[in-house]
Nanobody
Framework: LQLVESGGGLVQLGGSLRLSCVAT????????IGWFRQAPGKEREGVSC????????SYADSVKGRFTISRDNEKNTVYLEMNSLKPEDTAVYYC???????????????????WGPGTQVTVST
């Protein structure tokens, strides 16, 4: 499975972005997908995760109520809709596949694989 993220950019405080995670080499429908982010000098942290069917979603406390994860398996794409963005949301955002039950725990990213190259999100004040 190969994943590629897109949709990042520079946005003002309170703005919105929609990130996409596209599978380029396999059918995405069989995989749960997690979104992670890494800010400079910080460890990579789990943001959100969605089951293979889309029937189950999970969010980090820091983004609950602001971010929404969804998927369109016909388009081989998982989305992360980000609203009410804050400067602390500034990071490189990655998608990967793994077990959603692990994504929010310490070092949860070690349970995921097939990482994309990431997309930069910068929120300015």
């Amino acid at each position: 499975l190969q994943l590629v993220e897109s949709g990042g950019g520079l946005v003002q405080l309170g703005g919105s972005l929609r990130l996409s995670c596209v599978a380029t080499s396999s059918v995405l429908a069989s995989y749960a997908i997690g979104w992670f982010r890494q800010a400079p000098g910080k460890e990579r942290e789990g943001v959100s995760c969605i089951s293979w069917s889309g029937g189950s979603t999970s969010y980090a406390d820091s983004v609950k109520g602001r971010f929404t994860i969804s998927r369109d398996n016909e388009k081989n794409t998982v989305y992360l809709e980000m609203n009410s963005l804050k400067p602390e949301d500034t990071a490189v955002y990655y998608c990967a596949t793994g077990l959603c039950s692990w994504f929010a725990g310490p070092h949860g990213d070690t349970h995921f694989h097939s990482w994309g190259p990431g997309t930069q999100v910068t929120v300015s004040t």
